[in-house]
């Protein structure tokens, strides 16, 4: 994407995000990373009348693979402190599950993370519509008591809901304190800490992330009040039992946040090979009708398990049932408040 329609985009962002003149607005980069974004986002900022900042934080060194809520930035209080004073962040790093984010967050700087390719910004703007039905999403499913997930491999689990919020994403932010991700579209809370039990049959088709591969033969989780305590299956299975061992931390093993994907310009299809575009997946995450399960920290939620050891794994043809009312059925949104047409 050349650099005037990146601009072009970044300002429907931002008018999307309700950024006006004189506000205060930061980019955030590290090394050589995304400085093509940070260009973009300033031009875009300032013909807004916006005051753009560019910080730019050394480059980190190797991690061995994502590990969440670590970053350049823990080291650097001072930066953070200067991040507080800012009406907008935007995140070109990866700060979410960090103590760091949440502080910037507190002091009521709103944050949006912009790490996926410029091609898949493009194709997936926020727009009104998504986010108006993201929100009714999300009154729906703060108002249930328990979630449960079923399907044709053999899901039936319930999670009992509460305890935590509900979590909006429809890729833009223009309030106080708030944080998104662009892009995204969808909706999620998370179970009780000791109320979910049940089996998740992750079928072939479905996504592991961040891995970023299909599933090619179904892996078995087993929980119970909140921990998975089996995860059986094939080469699959041991691959994800081999991912969560390495970070030698049995807090891995919680369960972390759960929804459903809204967005309809999101595609199922993008991971295969030569058409994923890279970044961190946030495409099979939101498309429309996928169930998505995640395990790992919830802190981003109010919870204590900060681990840095995460997966979230967008399912397919799921059914979703809030207070015994069917929300998704078969992988395709029911409620007709919510219902968008798929693109």
């Known amino acids: 994407m050349d650099p005037i329609s990146f601009a072009d985009i970044c300002l429907h962002q931002l008018k999307m995000s309700g950024v006006h003149e004189g506000e205060k607005v930061v980019v955030l980069t590290q090394g050589?990373?995304?400085?093509?974004?940070?260009?973009?986002?300033?031009?875009?900022?300032?013909?807004l009348g916006a005051r753009m900042y560019h910080m730019r934080l050394p480059a980190p060194p190797p991690m061995g693979g994502w590990v969440v809520g670590q970053?350049?930035?823990?080291?650097?209080?001072?930066?953070?402190?200067?991040?507080?004073?800012?009406?907008?962040?935007?995140?070109?790093m990866f700060l979410l599950f960090s103590p760091e984010q949440m502080a910037i967050q507190a002091a009521g700087t709103r944050v949006l993370t912009a790490v996926e390719p410029p091609e898949l910004l493009a194709?997936?703007?926020p727009s009104k519509e998504l986010r108006e039905k993201v929100e009714i999403a999300g009154e729906l499913l703060a108002k249930a008591k328990v979630m449960r997930i079923t399907s044709p491999h053999g899901t039936d689990v319930t999670y009992k809901l509460n305890t935590y919020?509900?979590?909006?994403?429809?890729?833009?932010?223009?309030e106080p304190g708030r944080w998104d991700h662009w892009p995204s579209g969808f909706v999620f809370t998370g179970g009780d800490d000791d109320g979910v039990d049940g089996q998740i049959v992750v079928a072939p088709g479905d996504v592991l992330l961040p891995q970023n591969m299909y599933v090619r033969d179904p892996i078995t989780y087993t929980i119970e009040k909140g921990?998975?305590?089996?995860?059986r299956g094939g080469l699959d299975a041991d691959l994800v039992k081999s991912y969560m061992d390495s970070f030698n931390d049995e807090r891995g093993k919680g369960m972390s946040h759960v929804g459903w994907g809204m967005n309809p310009d999101a595609k199922w299809?993008?991971?295969t090979p030569g058409e994923f575009p890279g970044g961190m997946g946030m495409e099979p995450r939101s498309f429309y009708g996928n169930v998505m399960f995640s395990t790992g920290p919830n802190n981003e939620l109010g919870?204590?398990?900060?681990?840095?050891?995460?997966?979230d794994i967008p399912m397919r043809d799921c059914s979703l049932f809030l207070d015994d009312e069917p929300v998704v059925i078969d992988g395709d949104i029911v409620v007709k408040e919510i219902q968008m047409e798929r693109r």
């Open 32 to 47: 050589n990373e995304r400085l093509d974004y940070a260009d973009a986002f300033m031009a875009a900022g300032q013909k």
């Open 71 to 92: 970053t350049g930035l823990a080291a650097l209080p001072d930066a953070v402190e200067a991040l507080k004073q800012a009406d907008m962040l935007i995140d070109c």
């Open 269 to 271: 299809h993008r991971m």
């Open 303 to 311: 919870g204590t398990n900060d681990t840095a050891c995460h997966l």
């Open 123 to 125: 194709r997936m703007l």
């Open 227 to 231: 921990w998975i305590t089996d995860i």
């Open 165 to 174: 919020p509900t979590i909006m994403e429809y890729a833009c932010t223009d």
